[in-house]
């Protein structure tokens, strides 16, 4: 498939640190000749990235599935986009879909339009969306009322709160979907639940997995966190973006607050989503955190996240993706949330949910005292690495039954 071209403008973005062209739709490439199938793959976040890395790489020598990488723009900083996918071995998008940031528009709505010029024009014979952001619930809703058919990876995961936004991106997406490719056996039982036909859901593991073990080596030999001077095991890594956490301002100086405190028994850094630095920003929080002795540290590669994870004591997030990955690296892990999609990180006894109020108490506990627990290595069926295959088996069997609509 022939690349398009990667080049720098800041033009008509509202975080300028991202410098991409949008580019025409020419260079698309790809068919249906009878029996292949031109496949859209979805991307428009972080986490995004990391899920299709291993399938791009698996699509790419596949003789009847062509794979083209579209990103949505929802994130558009390059900390966030091309320097995640570059780290990964991912070549730059086939496309990148064009929408101009309103205050008095949604930005669903408007990926959404990008996105349906883009599929009026060179239409895909099928499109699959990773995990509960806004760029994929986007694409879903494009796909379903265009009536492409429409493949959901990691569907199922429920944490069984309303309140939170991906939470109802997911059941949507879900409700869309015509397969399901699930990563365990509790959310396969929460869409059998929700009215899903068996013949719909296929489990096929946890895809964040796959990349875990692919950017092994190269997450091993980085020097990141001696660079930053951390001592292996003696620090705590905090990663927060969740608007939950960070957009409400006086929640947010609590959550300051527990840092520092945390900081004041063990060192803490900090690498900040770009959303958080700009709440941080509002509140002077990161004068605050820094007084504190927290480091704070700019958004990292995912090869140098990688790195510092897999170094800390202990992991305090509001990520999902973060719960897997510590879970698979048996480190310890707060989420600081009071619900999770992924209860087999809880059951697995790598990752607790904690409040503001019992963060610090319990982070300091985690790394000073008697209830740190201890690293057991991670078991989880289908978080093998071998996902990838099992997708690509299910995205076979899908296109030789004609990828039929409901």
Known sequence: MQQAKYTDTKEGYEHPALSIRLFGLENMSGGNDGTGMKLHL????RPNFMKIAPLWQ???AHADIKAAFIHMAQHRDAEMTSTIWRDLGMADPDHIVQWQ???NQDRIALMMAGYEKLCRQNRPDAVLVVGDVSASLAAAMTASKLQIPLIHLEAGLRCF????PE???????DRLADLHLTPSVDADENL?????TPDRIRRVGNIMIDTCVMMNDAICKDVTTETLGLAGGGYVLVTLHRPSNVDDRAKLRRICHAIGDIASHVPVCWPLHPRTRHQLE???????LEQSGVKVLAPLGYVSFGAVMANAGLVVTDSGGVQEETSWRAIPCLTLRPSTERPVTIDLGTNRLVSIEGLSATAIDAMTGQSAPERQECEIPLWDGQTTGRVIAELDRFRRNGGVRK
């Open 282 to 288: 509002q509140i002077d929080g990161i004068a605050m």
């Open 58 to 60: 698996g699509l790419r």
């Open 161 to 164: 709160d309303l309140s939170v």
């Open 167 to 173: 939470e109802r991106n997911r059941m949507t997406i």
């Open 42 to 45: 979805i991307a428009g976040a």
């Open 192 to 196: 059998l639940a929700e009215g899903i």
């Open 101 to 103: 940031s309103s205050t």
